[in-house]
């Protein structure tokens, strides 16, 4: 893995999330050398989302002692264009057809790679976690929304559109709830945080959730992830039925794709199920068991993410320094 940078060279990796922006330098070796980290949305009056990622960047670069680099990876929000580094289109972000790859690249002077943020994520997952001996590995990530990314052969899959891996939209209950896509029953719909807080809310509200009532109240908001893992082990049943489903149906994703691509890893990820890893990794291998085929399934390891927040740096970091290794 040194191989692909050699010494003293330095790339930078970013991770452009709907709530924080976070950039690392990282050096030959893939160590992180220095870090910045801001929100979003900025209360500078009129700094445009490009200006403050260049911001994070310039402050990670500062933290690492301002070295020469190389070239910058980026984990983005979609839908986007890998091979361009265009973002299509992202409301939250008040970006259109936006060049971003070009912008930073005009910016550092550097070769950029821009790909999805759960792609990267993946990546990183695979890089650097415990499944970097497979070729064929599955990222599906269960938080605010539910996101995944598909490693085929040792390679992100991107499909005919760029955007494989949409995982949080597979239909998994026709005419279920409506999901943030447009459509109906998607697995995102069905079992995001935002899903299961919307049913423990209502559980709270009528006193079945008293843990919750007590402590975080009815606001969807306020019922993180940490939240319904405290309310499941001060003793909230119901609460821990509605995340058991939850898991059960990422499990049923995750078998629907076993069957389909065959992967030797499957590794889990996300606000979730870093909150409550054993009821996640535990229901979704029963629904593995329950709907993935016998031959298919066999020896398929499942196995929680390792690298928390810095998946997307680290990816990212990855991707452009095999980038620059082609050239
Ligand atoms: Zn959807």
Known sequence: MGKLLRQGDHVVGIDIGGTKIMAAVLNHRFEIMGRCRKKTRSKKEGQSTEERIFDVVAGALDEAGNPEIKGIGVGSPGPLDPATGVIIDTPNLNWKD?????????????????????????????????????ADVLGVFPGTG????????????????????????????????????????????????????????????RGDAPYIAENFGTDIANIRSGALAKAIEAGDAMVEDVVRRAAYYVGIAVANLINVLSPEAVVLGGGLVEAMESLFIEEATRAITDHAMPFLRKNVRLVPAKLGDDAVVLGAARMIAEKLAEQ
């Open 98 to 134: 936006f060049p971003l790859g070009e912008a930073l690249g005009r910016r550092f002077g550097v070769p950029v790679a821009v790909d999805n943020d759960v792609n990267v994520g993946t990546y990183g997952e695979w890089c650097f976690g415990d499944v970097s001996d497979c």
């Open 146 to 205: 539910i996101g995944g990314g598909v490693i085929v052969g040792g390679k992100l899959l991107h499909g005919f559109s760029g955007a494989a891996g949409e995982v949080g939209h597979m239909t998994i209950e026709v005419d279920g709830p409506y999901c943030g896509c447009g459509k109906r029953g998607c697995l995102e719909a069905l079992a995001s945080r935002i899903a299961i807080a919307k049913e423990v809310a209502a559980l709270a509200a």
